[in-house]
């Protein structure tokens, strides 16, 4: 069981990959997958070609803002604290 306080397992084709890893490869393929579907129900290429690149920037500002949070806790784990050390969390 994952959540939001434990990583995820890794599969067993790739061995080291974790959930963001999947999340960006999703995101990615979603940046060629939208335009493709706009493109194919009429939209114009100018449109398709912006929403490809405005899928592509916020794609990247949340990668980049989820491998900031990872380094983050990171270092909150090494140092030993964390926001969640008592037995009563309520998250948990």
């Known amino acids: 069981m994952t959540g939001p306080h434990r990583p995820a397992?890794?599969?067993?084709?790739?061995p080291g990959r974790d959930g963001v890893t999947d999340l960006v490869r999703w995101a990615v393929f979603s940046c060629f997958?939208?335009?493709v579907a706009l493109l194919w129900y009429g939209a114009s290429f100018a449109g398709?070609?912006?929403?490809a690149f405005g899928l592509a920037a916020v794609t990247g500002?949340?990668?980049l803002l989820l491998r900031r949070s990872e380094?983050?806790?990171?270092r909150r784990r090494a140092r030993g604290g964390g926001?969640?050390?008592?037995?009563?969390?309520?998250?948990?």
Do not use: F
């Open 9 to 14: 397992e890794p599969t067993s084709g790739a």
């Open 33 to 35: 997958l939208v335009p």
């Open 48 to 51: 398709a070609a912006g929403t």
């Open 61 to 63: 500002a949340c990668r």
């Open 71 to 74: 380094r983050t806790a990171a």
């Open 83 to 92: 926001r969640h050390t008592g037995e009563n969390t309520p998250v948990d």
